[in-house]
C-alpha cells in the first residue's frame, strides 16, 4: 500500500500532467479556430454539402396512430389546420403577413405558434417556378390517355414544351418529388376524392397520369364510371387494380345543392340550395381522402345575378351578393364536416383559388391568353388576394374538422402561361371553337404541382 508521501507526489504529478493537457488543448482550439476564420475570410464561398433525406416509410395514413419506424426531418407543409398559411409567430408577423396579401384579414383568429425548436418549419406555399429539364414533366406530353381533349395542348398542336418544364421551388425547403408507387401504397384499398368544379377535374386528371405513369403495366387502370356502386351522372372514376383502389372525380362546382323550384308563371326555375350539400356527398363521405374546392362558379354569369337564385328552406333571396352566397354555402360544408366526417378515418383537403388570365375580356367576351411562353417574373404584377379566400378562411377558422389547405393561388398567378388558350381543341375545330380558355391549364402542367403538394402534405399527416 503507497504511503501517505507517495499518494500526495502522485496527486501532484496528476495535476501537473491536468494542467499541461489543458493548456495544450487551449493553445490547440485557438491554433484551429484562428486558421478557420483565416479560410472563411479567404473562401467565402465554400458550398455546404446537404446529406439527402431518407425515403418516408410506406404506411397506412387512415389510422389514427401514424408513426414511422425511421426518425425523419421531414420538410413542414405548414399545415394550418382550418387556417391558412404562411403561419404567424407574432402580432407583427400577422399583420406583416396580411399586408402582402393585400389588407388585413378578418376571422385569422388566433394561430398555432410555431415552436422556437420548430427548425424545419416551412411554407410550401411561398416559392418560386424553376426550370427543370431533367426531372419535369412527370410524365411525358401527350402520353397519358386520360387527359381529355380540352386539357391536352400538345395533341391540340400547342408547339412549345416550355410550360412543362417548370417546377414548383418552396423558398425555405425543398418539396419531396411524387413518387407514384409510394402513393399508391399508401391507397391500397383506398378512395381519394375530388370534390368541385372544372379545376379540380384538371387536379384529377394529372393525378391519374401521374400515378399510371409510374406503373410498369398501365394496362391495370380502368375507368370505372358507371359502374355498379358508382353509378352517378356526376361521378368519374379509375381504379388501379393491383392496389385495389380508386381516384375519383364528383362534379359539384358549388358544393351545395343545385335545386329547382316551380315559379308564379307554371315553369320549372334554378336555384341554389345554400343549406343543403350536393346529392353526391353520400358518395364521396366515406372516401379516405376528399380534396374538396368551389370558387369560379361564383360569378354573377353563373348565378343569375344572384337575383332571385340562391335559396335557404323555402326562402328563395330576392337579391344576394356572391360574397354572402359563398359564406352561406361554405358554412353549410364546414357544418357537414363536422357531422360527417370522422377525421380518424378521412384526411381532407381544401384546394383554393386559381388564378385565370384573360387579356381584353372574359371567357365569353372576347378574352385570351395566347402566345404568352413566359411566366410572370416581376411579384408587382401579381393581382390582389381574392375575397373569396377571405372568405373561406374564416369559414375553416370555425369548422372543428382538421382541414389541410392547399393555398395554391399565388404559385398560379405567375403561371399566365400555361392555360389551353386557342389549344383547347386542335386546329380543325377553332374556325368554330373562337373561345379561348385561360382558366384551366394545360396537362402535364400546373395542376401536377397540386398534386406534389397534396402529396407532402399527406405525408406530414403521416409523420404525424
Same mark, same amino acid.
Given at each position: 500500500?503507497a504511503?501517505?508521501?507517495?499518494?500526495?507526489?502522485l496527486?501532484?504529478?496528476?495535476?501537473?500532467?491536468?494542467?499541461t493537457?489543458?493548456?495544450?488543448?487551449?493553445?490547440?482550439?485557438?491554433?484551429?479556430?484562428?486558421?478557420?476564420?483565416?479560410?472563411?475570410?479567404?473562401?467565402?464561398?465554400t458550398k455546404?454539402?446537404?446529406l439527402?433525406?431518407?425515403?418516408?416509410?410506406?404506411t397506412?395514413?387512415?389510422?389514427s396512430?401514424?408513426?414511422?419506424?425511421?426518425?425523419?426531418d421531414l420538410?413542414n407543409?405548414?399545415?394550418?389546420v382550418?387556417?391558412?398559411?404562411?403561419?404567424?409567430?407574432?402580432?407583427?408577423?400577422l399583420?406583416?403577413?396580411?399586408k402582402?396579401?393585400g389588407?388585413?384579414?378578418?376571422?385569422?383568429g388566433?394561430?398555432?405558434?410555431r415552436?422556437?425548436?420548430d427548425?424545419?418549419h416551412?411554407d410550401l406555399?411561398?416559392?418560386?417556378?424553376?426550370?427543370?429539364?431533367?426531372?419535369?414533366?412527370l410524365?411525358?406530353?401527350?402520353?397519358?390517355?386520360?387527359? +381529355?381533349e380540352?386539357?391536352?395542348?400538345?395533341?391540340?398542336?400547342r408547339?412549345?414544351?416550355?410550360?412543362?418544364?417548370?417546377?414548383?421551388?418552396?423558398?425555405?425547403?425543398?418539396?419531396?418529388?411524387l +413518387?407514384?408507387?409510394?402513393?399508391l401504397?399508401i391507397?391500397?384499398?383506398k378512395?381519394?376524392?375530388?370534390?368541385?368544379?372544372?379545376?379540380?377535374?384538371?387536379?384529377?386528371e394529372s393525378?391519374?397520369?401521374i400515378?399510371?405513369?409510374?406503373?410498369?403495366?398501365?394496362?391495370g387502370?380502368?375507368?370505372?364510371?358507371?359502374k355498379?356502386?358508382?353509378?352517378?351522372?356526376?361521378?368519374?372514376?379509375?381504379r388501379?387494380? +393491383?392496389?385495389?383502389?380508386t381516384?375519383?372525380?364528383?362534379?359539384?362546382?358549388?358544393?351545395?345543392?343545385?335545386w329547382?323550384?316551380?315559379?308564379?308563371?307554371?315553369?320549372?326555375?334554378e336555384?341554389l340550395?345554400?343549406?343543403?350539400?350536393?346529392?353526391?356527398?353520400?358518395?364521396?363521405?366515406?372516401?379516405?381522402?376528399?380534396?374538396?374546392?368551389t370558387?369560379?362558379?361564383?360569378?354573377?354569369?353563373?348565378?343569375?345575378?344572384g337575383?332571385?337564385f340562391?335559396?335557404e328552406?323555402?326562402y328563395?333571396?330576392?337579391?344576394?351578393?356572391?360574397?354572402?352566397?359563398y359564406?352561406?354555402?361554405?358554412?353549410t360544408?364546414g357544418?357537414w364536416?363536422d357531422?360527417?366526417?370522422?377525421?380518424?378515418?378521412t384526411?381532407?383537403?381544401f384546394?383554393?383559388?386559381?388564378?385565370?388570365?384573360f387579356?381584353?375580356?372574359?371567357?365569353n367576351?372576347?378574352?385570351?391568353?395566347?402566345g404568352?411562353t413566359?411566366?410572370?417574373?416581376?411579384?408587382?404584377?401579381?393581382?390582389?388576394?381574392?375575397?373569396?379566400?377571405?372568405?373561406?378562411?374564416?369559414?375553416?377558422s370555425?369548422?372543428?374538422?382538421?382541414?389541410?389547405?392547399?393555398?395554391?393561388?399565388?404559385?398560379?398567378?405567375?403561371?399566365?402561361?400555361?392555360?389551353?388558350?386557342?389549344?383547347r381543341?386542335?386546329?380543325?375545330?377553332?374556325?368554330?371553337?373562337?373561345?379561348q380558355?385561360?382558366?384551366?391549364w394545360?396537362?402535364?402542367?400546373?395542376p401536377?404541382?397540386?398534386?406534389?403538394?397534396?402529396?407532402?402534405?399527406?405525408?406530414k399527416?403521416?409523420?404525424?
Amino acid at each position: 500500500m503507497a504511503s501517505s508521501n507517495e499518494v500526495k507526489k502522485l496527486s501532484k504529478n496528476c495535476m501537473l500532467q491536468g494542467v499541461t493537457f489543458f493548456q495544450i488543448s487551449l493553445t490547440f482550439i485557438t491554433v484551429l479556430t484562428t486558421f478557420f476564420f483565416i479560410c472563411t475570410a479567404r473562401y467565402p464561398s465554400t458550398k455546404i454539402i446537404v446529406l439527402q433525406q431518407t425515403p418516408l416509410p410506406l404506411t397506412n395514413f387512415s389510422s389514427s396512430s401514424c408513426t414511422t419506424s425511421t426518425s425523419i426531418d421531414l420538410i413542414n407543409a405548414n399545415l394550418m389546420v382550418s387556417s391558412s398559411s404562411p403561419t404567424p409567430t407574432s402580432d407583427e408577423e400577422l399583420r406583416r403577413s396580411a399586408k402582402n396579401k393585400g389588407k388585413m384579414k378578418k376571422g385569422w383568429g388566433e394561430r398555432r405558434r410555431r415552436s422556437s425548436n420548430d427548425k424545419y418549419h416551412c411554407d410550401l406555399f411561398d416559392g418560386r417556378w424553376v426550370e427543370d429539364g431533367e426531372t419535369m414533366p412527370l410524365y411525358e406530353a401527350g402520353s397519358c390517355p386520360f387527359v +381529355e381533349e380540352a386539357f391536352n395542348c400538345f395533341k391540340n398542336g400547342r408547339p412549345d414544351l416550355n410550360y412543362t418544364r417548370l417546377r414548383w421551388q418552396p423558398k425555405a425547403c425543398s418539396m419531396p418529388r411524387l +413518387e407514384g408507387r409510394n402513393l399508391l401504397e399508401i391507397l391500397r384499398g383506398k378512395r381519394l376524392a375530388f370534390v368541385g368544379d372544372s379545376l379540380n377535374r384538371n387536379m384529377w386528371e394529372s393525378l391519374v397520369c401521374i400515378l399510371r405513369n409510374s406503373l410498369k403495366n398501365k394496362n391495370g387502370v380502368y375507368d370505372i364510371t358507371g359502374k355498379n356502386e358508382f353509378r352517378n351522372e356526376n361521378f368519374y372514376a379509375y381504379r388501379f387494380t +393491383e392496389y385495389n383502389c380508386t381516384i375519383e372525380f364528383f362534379r359539384a362546382p358549388f358544393l351545395v345543392q343545385e335545386w329547382e323550384i316551380w315559379s308564379s308563371d307554371g315553369t320549372r326555375k334554378e336555384t341554389l340550395r345554400l343549406d343543403i350539400m350536393g346529392k353526391t356527398s353520400s358518395f364521396y363521405k366515406t372516401a379516405d381522402v376528399i380534396i374538396f374546392n368551389t370558387a369560379h362558379w361564383w360569378t354573377h354569369e353563373k348565378t343569375s345575378k344572384g337575383e332571385d337564385f340562391y335559396q335557404e328552406g323555402d326562402y328563395v333571396h330576392r337579391k344576394l351578393s356572391a360574397d354572402d352566397a359563398y359564406h352561406k354555402a361554405l358554412t353549410t360544408w364546414g357544418r357537414w364536416l363536422d357531422e360527417h366526417i370522422d377525421s380518424n378515418r378521412t384526411t381532407v383537403f381544401f384546394r383554393g383559388y386559381s388564378w385565370s388570365h384573360f387579356r381584353g375580356g372574359q371567357w365569353n367576351s372576347g378574352g385570351s391568353c395566347d402566345g404568352e411562353t413566359l411566366p410572370i417574373l416581376d411579384d408587382k404584377h401579381l393581382a390582389k388576394y381574392p375575397n373569396l379566400l377571405n372568405i373561406l378562411e374564416l369559414v375553416m377558422s370555425k369548422i372543428k374538422t382538421p382541414v389541410l389547405y392547399l393555398n395554391i393561388t399565388r404559385m398560379t398567378d405567375y403561371r399566365k402561361e400555361a392555360h389551353p388558350s386557342m389549344y383547347r381543341v386542335p386546329e380543325t375545330k377553332r374556325r368554330v371553337v373562337k373561345s379561348q380558355d385561360c382558366s384551366h391549364w394545360c396537362l402535364p402542367g400546373v395542376p401536377d404541382a397540386w398534386n406534389e403538394l397534396m402529396y407532402a402534405m399527406l405525408l406530414k399527416r403521416l409523420r404525424r
